[in-house]
């Protein structure tokens, strides 16, 4: 299971990695084994407003649903596009190219280090 | 000699069930009962019964034979949704009278269901070919019930904010009442139109095609103008019009629905039959229900599966947007296999005909200066008969034909694959009396068919369509499909909650004799009082056997009888002012349609915690109730519980929830562990649903007829479907009695029972679901038990420790147990990493046994990974299930031999072996690469 130290992460069991005012967002190793193999990821339009823990998007495996939360209010202002044709990037690559949307974000609220993550799944 | 239907029926006879008793160290089958279910909740032994004492076989049909002559069979010029049709016998002795498919069970184990799942895939591509869209699902419960469905699919949807949905004035009557009811609860206004004028915003529309009242026209520009408004345009459309019309994807449809029963299934006084709903592009996860998919095995051949099931309520619980889990499948496989063997062009001259007996009586009529009210029309029409329409319609029933009184002046009829010159006569005496022509000769008739609007694309025509039109293909297409497939007429299918018990060849006699088959929903009350004595004696013994008042045989589904239920909560709180009371608490252990029901009877779901024994969190409970007790609603809990236990403490559960005004529904999946010996209303239940399908042995079908019986208390009866003998109150189905041709297999398995062989029934039920947690508690853990440690019906055992210890999955142990000729038990239901097993009482010793043991040998491959002896990728479990073709073709490169593949105990050798057709299918690759529909040819080189 891996968990790079320079991202934050919260705990819905997603990442964060801040870039100048914006947020790029992704769900974790974890999630995604949690999750099993992806087959639909539902993102938002590109423009539409996020407000920190509301739902924004699905990740759909065979199995289940698990759901996207806006960890930062702001605007979504890029989406992963490739999710749509390549689902299985969010298990193969969950913290580069299985990412899920970009956010400018107007405040950053209080997330976990890796540690701090590391800890929570541990439980 | 006289015999006991009972001693048939149930599989373990006195010397078995004495070796049983023996293992769990019990004396008595009633001892062990007395142990297991808890005192407080048992009938008291001197409880009058209304049941009568067991028929035999002989007796049974015999009384069927008599209620059967009660009815009149008719030729049925009705519509509505209803449509004489002739069922090839090809397909009715080798698939409705087949156990090999009406013993299927749904297809969640993809593997050994490839017959079913090839069959519904031709359904599927039915469905899209004729109606022209993207993507169709595996059947609906019905026409109106599909109506609703694509009304809630075209809120979630469109981007219009609106609660408004336009319905066509010229729907099916009984679409419009299922609509009106189904929308009042989850706050949806339908506004009536005609769609000439302006339409006001809305999110969807549903337009009729053709109408009604037969009226054809060309709905493309009102289609355009919903969509326009963001609205979501739905057609429901005649399956068979569509050969001869241009179809609802050409025209701009979003979604299609209707029904396929005209597509050779009988009319059954209502159904059972499939209906039907296909989808544009971009719109196929919003279906609700079944979808098959192609995807591809182990060895990278194509196989099917089902697809998509996380769209499903199961999975998605309170935020489902639909209650859907089940379909027709045997219904659908009967439609399917129509189109298979008239192919294209037999199904395109069944509409011709059609098309042509309206002709020709219209031209007869046009004749006489009789123009019929709509100048285009596929097969149904209206004629003008000022004051004579009950006249008209009396003097046609006269001569055996049913037309519809439309009204006083209004008289209809639709004509169908069944009709002949004859009941065209027939029709014209009756509306012209002696006016009406000796013989209707051999004119040219006129086009009642606009020639811009018939259909120029093609359908059907992937090769299975034009393939197997001789009998002798047809039988062995059926019989290639069914022996891919395991069904209860192979082994034991042990699927914890589903209760796949005996269905007797005597229960299934009646379904296809006319009398029951073919009479149409709308027949008159004097044609039928056979079936409704039959009904109503149905719903007494259930009513007596639950401890209810009061039952509808309505809801064609589990799912629709828990709707019906809450639906009927709801009534009884607004009626007495309390519109606030709209609180739903559901256990978590619950089945997720639980939570789907009470979201679409307007219920806002609260989770109530189980504790480490699976049971209702009593302190939690109460909390929930003190929480909620203002907006208390109901509480649904299954009893026994979803964990296969009997809880002790059901009582106060269902005191607390009444003492703070709420309703409890018990749902009844469970009620094999109880008839006999406790009653729902006795212990608190207010309203239930049961699964006929279940504990009253309707054949699953492959997934589909379901029944689904909602069960009252007086005070909720006047909110129950058909209350107080009005049809139209409070509808959940097309049909006023639901499926009633698959009714006289519940009265049959009640009726040759009584009510010792139901209860003897439970027992025996109990008996081998402890008997194999007893001898299989060593290998694998038992998750819950109740009072002294004994199980209900059911058992779960917990695969989560072999897991951990080996790297073996349950996915691994269920796809193992095809090698050993076994259908997996339920599998991650209710905990995630476990196998549920419910044997039922119909299994006999020598199968509970060679059940244990192949878990047992299963359990020491799955030992042999873990120790190392087998690679954890390249062993026995993990290449599970093995072909034929997977342990001749090539070098043999396992670590293991061909015999422990294939024969891993030496009675399969000479024991029938079931071989799966395809290897371990892959789930994802199937969701990712969505096909729905058939495969070319070249596929499968």
């Known amino acids: ?123 | 000699m006289r015999e006991l239907f009972a001693d048939r029926h149930i599989g373990t006879d006195t010397a078995a069930q004495r070796t049983m008793l023996e293992a769990l160290g019990y004396p008595s089958v009633d001892a062990l009962v007395d142990a297991a279910i808890p005192s407080g909740i048992r009938v008291a032994d001197d409880l009058e019964t209304t049941l009568p004492s067991a028929a035999s076989e002989v007796e049974a049909l015999a009384e069927l034979r008599a209620l059967a002559q009660r009815n009149r069979v008719t030729r049925p010029m009705i519509g509505l949704g209803y449509h004489g049709t002739v069922t090839p016998a090809v397909i009715q002795r080798n698939v409705l009278e087949n156990p090999s498919w009406y013993t299927a069970y749904t297809p969640y184990q993809p593997e050994i269901s490839q017959g079913r799942l090839e069959a519904l895939i031709n359904f599927q591509t039915m469905v899209t070919d004729l109606t022209g869209l993207a993507t169709a699902n595996a059947s609906m419960l019905d026409e109106g019930t599909a109506v609703v469905e694509a009304m809630l699919l075209a809120r979630r949807a469109s981007r219009a904010d609106t609660t408004t949905f336009l319905v066509d004035v010229d729907v099916l009557p009984r679409t419009r009442a299922l609509l009106a009811h189904r929308a009042e609860a989850v706050g949806i206004e339908l506004v009536d139109t005609d769609f000439a004028g302006e339409l006001p915003e809305a999110f969807g529309a549903v337009i009729q095609y053709p109408g009604a009242s037969g009226r054809l026209w060309n709905p493309a520009d009102a289609i355009a103008r919903v969509q326009e408004g963001g609205g979501i345009a739905v057609l429901a459309a005649d399956l068979l019009a569509l050969a001869l019309i241009t179809s609802p994807g050409e025209l701009g449809a979003d979604v299609a629905v209707g029904t396929t029963q005209r597509f050779g299934v009988p009319l059954g006084f209502g159904g059972p039959h499939a209906g039907y709903m296909a989808v544009r592009a971009g719109l196929e996860r919003q279906l609700p229900g079944r979808l098959v998919g192609v995807s591809v095995d182990a060895a990278g051949y194509p196989a099917y599966r089902l697809s998509l099931q996380t769209r499903e309520q199961h999975i998605r619980r309170e935020k489902a947007t639909s209650n859907i889990c089940t379909a027709q499948v045997l219904l659908a496989v009967m439609a399917s296999m129509y189109a298979v063997y008239h192919g294209p062009r037999g199904i395109k001259a069944i509409a011709h005909h059609a098309n042509r007996m309206a002709n020709l009586v219209v031209d007869a009529l046009t004749d006489a200066g009789l123009a019929p009210v709509h100048e285009r029309y596929f097969d149904t029409v209206q004629v003008r008969v000022p004051g004579r329409a009950a006249e008209v319609v009396d003097a046609a029933e006269a001569e055996d034909v049913l037309l519809r009184l439309v009204d006083a002046d209004t008289v209809q009829f639709s004509t169908d694959e069944t009709t002949t010159s004859a009941d065209a006569l027939v029709v014209l005496r009756a509306v012209l009396g002696d006016a009406a022509p000796a013989s209707l000769g051999f004119k040219p008739v006129s086009r009642s068919i606009d020639p811009e609007h018939m259909r120029q694309t093609e359908y059907l025509s992937h090769p299975v369509f034009t393939t197997h039109h001789s009998e002798t293909g047809m039988m062995r297409y059926l019989k290639y499909l069914a022996d891919k497939d395991y069904a209860l007429d192979r082994g034991m299918i042990p699927l914890g909650s589903c209760t796949m018990k005996l269905n007797a060849a005597t229960e299934m006699a009646a379904v296809t004799w006319p009398e029951f088959a073919n009479l149409h929903p709308l027949a008159p009350e004097a044609h039928t009082a056979g079936y409704r004595e039959l009904v109503g004696q149905l719903s007494r013994w259930l009513a007596d056997v639950t401890g209810y008042d009061e039952v509808s045989l309505q809801p064609n589904a589990g799912s629709q009888g828990e709707l019906a239920g809450l639906l009927a909560i709801r009534g009884y709180h607004r009626a007495r002012g309390q519109e606030h009371r709209t609180v739903c608490l559901i256990p978590s252990s619950a089945h997720g349609t639980n939570a789907a029901s009470a979201v679409l009877a307007g219920m806002r779901v609260v989770v109530v915690a189980c504790d480490e024994l699976g049971n209702v969190d009593l302190a939690d409970l109460r909390a929930k109730v003190d929480e909620h007790a203002d907006d208390l609603a109901a509480l649904m809990v299954t009893y026994p519980s979803t964990h296969g236990v009997y809880e002790h403490d059901i009582r106060e559960i269902t005191d607390a929830v009444h003492a703070a005004g709420g309703q409890v529904y018990v749902d009844g999946a469970n009620l094999n562990a109880l008839l006999g010996y406790a009653r729902f209303g006795d212990f608190g239940g207010d309203v239930s649903h049961l699964n006929l399908h279940k504990t009253f042995c309707i054949p699953h079908g492959g997934g589909g007829p379901g029944v689904g019986p909602v069960a009252a208390k007086a005070h909720l009866a006047p909110y129950l479907p058909g209350a107080g003998g009005d049809p139209d109150a409070n509808p959940v189905s097309s049909a006023v009695y639901g499926s009633p041709s698959i009714l006289p297999i519940s009265w049959a398995y009640v009726r040759m029972m009584g009510a010792e062989g139901l209860r003897r029934a439970t027992g025996a039920a109990v008996l081998a679901a402890n008997y194999i947690a007893a001898r299989l508690r060593e290998h694998y853990p038992v998750l819950y038990s109740g009072d002294n440690g004994l199980v209900a019906h059911e058992c779960i055992l917990d695969l989560r420790p072999l897991r951990e210890a080996t790297g073996v999955t349950v996915d691994d142990v269920a796809k193992r147990l095809i090698d050993y000729g076994f259908h997996a038990p339920t599998m991650s239901f209710p905990v995630a990493g476990t196998l549920m097993v419910e044997p039922t009482e119909s299994e006999d010793l020598a199968e509970l046994d060679r059940l244990i043991e192949a878990m047992i040998a299963i359990k020491a491959e799955a030992d042999a990974v873990g120790a190392g002896v087998w690679p954890k990728d390249d062993n026995p479990l993990a290449n599970a299930p093995h072909t034929a073709e997977s342990v001749i073709a090539g070098e043999w490169t396992h670590p293991y031999t061909r015999e422990q593949a294939v024969y891993p105990v030496r009675t399969l050798v000479h024991g029938g072996k079931y071989w799966p057709p395809v290897r371990r299918i892959d789930q994802a690759y199937g969701d990712r690469n969505l096909v729905c529909a058939c495969p070319p040819v070249e596929a499968f080189a």
């Open chain 1, 1 to 123: 299971m891996t968990l790079p130290a320079d991202l934050k992460y919260t705990s819905e069991h997603e990442w964060v990695a801040v870039d100048g005012d914006i947020a790029r967002i992704g769900i974790t190793d974890y999630a995604a084994d949690k999750l099993g193999d992806v087959v639909f990821v539902d993102l938002p339009q590109a423009g539409t407003p996020a407000v920190a823990g509301r739902v924004v998007g699905e990740i759909e495996s065979t199995k289940s649903v698990g759901e996207l939360y806006a960890p930062v209010d702001g605007e979504i202002v890029e989406v992963n596009e490739a999710l749509a044709d390549d689902p299985s990037l969010v298990n193969s690559d969950p913290y580069g190219a299985g990412w899920m949307i970009a956010v400018r974000f107007t405040g950053l609220p209080e997330l976990l280090s890796a540690d701090e993550y590391a800890a929570l799944t541990a439980e």
